[in-house]
């Protein structure tokens, strides 16, 4: 309190002369020297040592900063990181399979190769790739929809020969029923799935080299929170099939979200009892379990792995019961052990899903950048947004290779990368190293795993996005547009899907910044007394007006879309009916030079020519004076470029500040009946 007692008797007095942008031009001495299109390109181009390593390194981080690691202060940290952070790996990797509509050992493997690969080309120290609930029902989507069950139902013959002892004749009666061939099925998605996750590495890849990382700034906080919640939604309607054990048809397009909901209820009388009871029990276990976890956390080490021992909790007792023959719950089925060899994508099926493949790349990115910056932040460095287009390109092509669905960062396995003292990517490395472990030695020891147990993980899991919806009455309380985009999006991408949903959201989003610019505040502005501050006159009352003086402000960019506002706008809060006084101005002009002629004809196409002209030509013609007050340097070289200036309408109406252009307009018109405008540009 006392430092603020003392900030607010603080005063400064400077005195100096009321300075116009050409004077202070002078007195800054403005340099001359601008450098050519043509020397930029060259400096860009040159090539020499220094600078070749430093992109080299630039673009492969890991020799960057391993050489300079801390072995002994963070290496264990480290360790305890990646190993409780691959733990996690394995329960979300196989439910995210399920997610993505593949076997689950796909998701093993998306959670080891692209994590490797980031490790490498990644730049931020704390966040943890890999499947992620977002991506995995965007690639379920499009491998359900391009390889449906429908496709893949075959005739199943059961013979029965009858041998007529009277006629001594055989007789085939043959009952065709249609099964699905899961086996084939599967096949065909992992293909699609590797396919679109090729497609939307290279997408990434090709932006961050053309340094397209900004792109980023057009997803908003709202709206990627919106879109995450609406994809929560989608994730926990495409799971229902294996809490209650059913079957339904599987839409696509606009509404199948609403379709899907309608055929589950009304397939719930067909739900397996069992299924039911394995999936209440794991979701009713596993958040009493996180509850004593986080009770806890600050008296253990590490996090207990709830995730990992429900699954070996579920496996252990699905092998002794045998809840697949006895109660029909359905299990994850083979695992097989090891690893499989990179086969190319199939490129015959790329043109059908460009649309697809590039939504997840801005996605995955959109979530990945916007995770890595807020951890960049608090531990205090840098997350290069090219760079990690490169490396989550790079992961997921290459991941692509090795039949793995996109991948991007998740925030639960992040956080317990912190929480457990992760310094680097290193733990990263080493969660790689624990799903190869598995994938190596214990995979197949959880074939007996109930998916339904795996739905449960995900469910549970999904809380924190649920806990988005909390963003609603925050957002009408800071901004209400923000909201508004946050609501719409999460409603357009229910209906739409989470690909053409992502669209809609992004031009609706865009819509709304168009929408700002042409709704900005529009005010007078008054001094407050005794200081050079000036403030709106509406908004205070102790600003004065000041006499013969009208300052206005707009609160957003002057540009065509708005220009016309911005001039109508203008005449209303002044006050002064510009069309009205140059008529006046012409009626007086045409009774002076009635007796000639010729001036009279010319009078009459000047004063057309003026009702065309700009704001200040406009208002000079009418008697009133136009200065423009805290132009940016980059406004006035678009003036004079399109050549606003002239020998008449110099520089001279340009003023730094507010105060300067006020007491310019006080001392040159101070024993004049002379109005003067002000205009403070933003």
């Avoid at 207990?304 to 021992?309: G, Q, S, Y």
């Avoid at 472990?437 to 998916?451: N, R, T, Y």
Wanted: net charge positive; with cysteine; aromatic share 8%.
């Amino acid at each position: 309190m006392r430092d603020l007692v003392k900030r607010r008797r603080l005063v400064y007095n400077i005195q100096r002369e009321v300075m116009d942008e050409l004077r202070v031009d002078e007195v800054a001495d403005k340099s001359a020297a601008k450098t050519s299109l043509s020397d930029n390109i060259k400096e860009s181009v040159r090539c020499s040592g220094p600078r070749v390593k430093s992109c080299f390194l630039s673009c492969v981080p890991l020799l960057s900063w391993m050489p300079r690691y801390p072995f002994r202060e963070n290496i264990f940290a480290d360790l305890v990181s990646g190993i409780s952070v691959g733990i996690m790996h394995l329960p979300q990797g196989m439910a995210y399979a399920l997610l993505a509509a593949v076997p689950p050992v796909f998701g093993l493997y998306s959670s080891f190769y692209p994590v490797l690969i980031y490790f490498i080309f990644g730049s931020s120290n704390h966040i943890s790739v890999g499947t992620y609930s977002v991506m995995s029902v965007m690639i379920g989507g499009v491998t359900e929809r391009l390889a449906p069950d429908s496709d893949f139902m075959i005739l199943n013959n059961d013979t029965i020969d009858t041998i007529n002892e009277t006629i001594n004749d055989t007789i085939n009666d043959t009952f065709n029923d249609t099964i699905l061939d899961t086996a084939i099925r599967d096949i065909e998605r992992v293909k699609i799935a590797a396919a679109v996750t090729f497609l939307s590495g290279i997408f990434q890849l090709l932006l961050g080299l053309v340094q397209f990382g900004f792109v980023v700034t057009y997803l908003s906080e709202p709206l990627v929170r919106g879109y995450t919640t609406a994809a929560s939604i989608h994730v926990i309607v495409s799971q229902l099939k294996y809490i209650f054990g059913i079957n339904p048809h599987r839409y696509s397009g606009p509404l199948s979200l609403i379709y899907t909901m309608l055929e589950v209820c009304s397939l719930l009388d067909q739900t397996n009892i069992g299924t039911l009871v394995v999936s209440i029990v794991t979701i009713v276990g596993l958040i009493l379990a996180k509850e004593v976890n986080s009770f806890l956390v600050q008296k253990l080490p590490v996090p207990i792995p709830v995730e990992l021992l429900a699954i070996i909790i579920a496996t252990l007792v699905s092998w002794q019961v045998d809840l697949k023959t006895v109660y029909g719950v359905q299990t994850v089925g083979e695992i097989p052990s090891g690893l499989q060899a990179p086969v190319m994508p199939e490129f015959s099926i790329m043109r059908s899903i460009i649309g697809d493949a590039f939504a997840m790349a801005v996605v995955g990115y959109g979530i990945d950048i916007s995770l890595g910056r807020i951890f960049a932040l608090k531990y205090g460095y840098k997350v290069d947004s090219n760079q990690e287009l490169v490396a989550l390109g790079l992961s997921n092509m290459i991941g692509g290779f090795f039949q793995c669905f996109a991948i991007s960062c998740s925030m639960s396995r992040s956080m317990v990368q912190i929480s457990t003292g992760g310094k680097s990517q290193v733990a990263g490395a080493v969660s790689a190293m624990v799903i190869l472990f598995i994938l190596l030695k214990i995979g197949e020891l959880f074939q007996d795993l109930p998916k339904a147990v795996l739905a449960g993980i995900i469910y549970v899991n999904l809380h924190g996005m649920m806990k988005q919806f909390g963003d609603i009455p925050a957002l009408w309380r800071k901004n209400k547009v923000d909201m508004l985009v946050w609501l719409m999006t999460l409603i357009l991408t229910i209906l739409l899907n989470p690909d053409l949903g992502l669209a809609a959201s992004i031009a609706f989003s865009m819509f709304t910044v168009i929408f700002r610019t042409q709704l900005p505040k529009y005010s007078l502005l008054g001094q407050v007394p005794g200081t050079d501050i000036y403030r709106p006159i509406e908004d205070y009352n102790q600003v004065i007006q000041i006499p013969g003086v009208l300052i206005f402000r707009s609160s957003a960019t002057l540009y065509f879309a708005n220009a016309e506002l911005y001039t109508e706008h203008l005449y209303d809060k002044t006050g002064v009916d510009v069309p009205k006084l140059l008529s006046h101005k012409k009626k007086l002009e045409a009774k002076r030079q009635r007796k000639d002629k010729k001036e009279a004809q010319k009078a009459k196409k000047e004063a057309k020519k003026r009702a065309k002209k700009m704001i200040h030509r406009d208002y000079g013609d009418a008697g009133v004076d136009v200065l423009l007050s805290g132009c940016q340097t980059c406004v006035i070289e678009i003036l004079e470029k399109g050549d606003f200036f002239s020998d008449k309408l110099t520089k001279m109406i340009l003023f730094s500040s507010v105060h300067d252009a006020v007491l310019h307009c006080q001392a040159k018109y101070s024993t004049k009946l002379h109005q003067c405008m002000t205009t403070k540009l933003c």
